[in-house]
Every structure is written in structure tokens, then in C-alpha cells.
């Protein structure tokens, strides 16, 4: 199975407003409960961009896998401060590419919670997975496969 979770804390070290602890099929996600969503948003965005680089992550879009290396629509997750809905947070998803539009009145805390149950939900589509130690990681598998 594939998890996701992120938490608003308040004992990140001195000077880190995000901390991403991947490991196979769980992926933690902790933002500094106390920062201005602004700057816990920008760094998120710089550690997810890491995340997809590392080529561990995948989009299935139809009949296509979609990878950061993918030629035509390389994967890329961003998320932008903006009021799309009184959501606190909407997905926006094509090929390749998902956007994340934040409401820029919510605060962190609120962030996290909202993000758990949203990316539950989004997961549970089927079109991401993780490939990790050769193991294919996804909501929709209760054991893993490997590769």
C-alpha cells in the first residue's frame, strides 16, 4: 500500500520548514506548524521537486507511464498559492503534470490536514505509484510487486 500523511509539528531542526521522509510505500511529510504558509509552500514545492527527480515516481495517464524523465510531459507536481475553492486546497491533474492550488488564508496546520485527506482521495484514482527497491508501491495493493 501506499501512504502518504503530513503532520504540522513544531520540532523541525532550526531553519527547515519541511521535512520528507520517504521510504517504500510511506511517505511522511512534516511542515514547521509555526511558519508562514508562504514559505512552507515554497520550500514543499523545492522537496517535491526532489522527490519526482529521484525517478521513483510515477503518473499512469490512460495507457502511458509517466515519469519526471518521460520526453514529451516529464511528471511534475507544484503547488501555487491561490484561491481556487473554500477548500483550503484543489487538485488539478493532466498528463504529467499536477498543480495544487493553495488558499493562501489557511494556515499550516490547516494545510496538513486538508493535504491528508486530499491526497488520500487523489491516491486512491490509481494513476500514481512509487517504485522503490524495485517494489511497485500503489494504493490499490496490498502486497507489493516486485520488478
Avoid at 5 to 23: H, I, K, M, Q, S
Wanted: a negative charge; glycine letters at 6%; hydrophobic letters at 40%.
Amino acid at each position: 500500500m501506499l501512504h502518504v500523511t503530513y503532520e504540522a509539528v513544531n520540532d523541525l531542526p532550526p531553519g527547515r520548514l519541511v521535512d520528507v521522509d520517504e521510504n517504500p510505500g510511506r511517505v511522511t511529510i512534516r511542515f514547521d506548524a509555526d511558519a508562514p504558509l508562504r514559505e512552507v509552500v515554497r520550500d514543499f514545492n523545492i522537496e517535491v521537486d526532489r522527490m519526482v527527480r529521484s525517478a521513483r515516481w510515477f503518473q499512469l495517464w490512460d495507457d502511458e507511464i509517466v515519469s519526471f524523465n518521460s520526453p514529451r510531459h516529464p511528471l511534475r507536481i507544484e503547488f501555487v498559492l491561490e484561491k481556487e475553492e473554500h477548500q483550503g486546497v484543489v487538485f488539478e491533474e493532466r498528463k504529467g503534470d499536477l498543480k495544487a492550488f493553495v488558499d493562501p488564508d489557511i494556515d499550516v496546520t490547516r494545510f496538513a490536514a486538508v493535504m491528508n485527506t486530499l491526497t488520500a482521495e487523489h491516491l486512491s484514482g490509481g494513476r500514481w505509484f512509487q517504485l522503490y527497491g524495485g517494489e511497485i508501491h500503489d494504493v490499490s495493493s496490498g502486497s507489493m510487486s516486485k520488478v
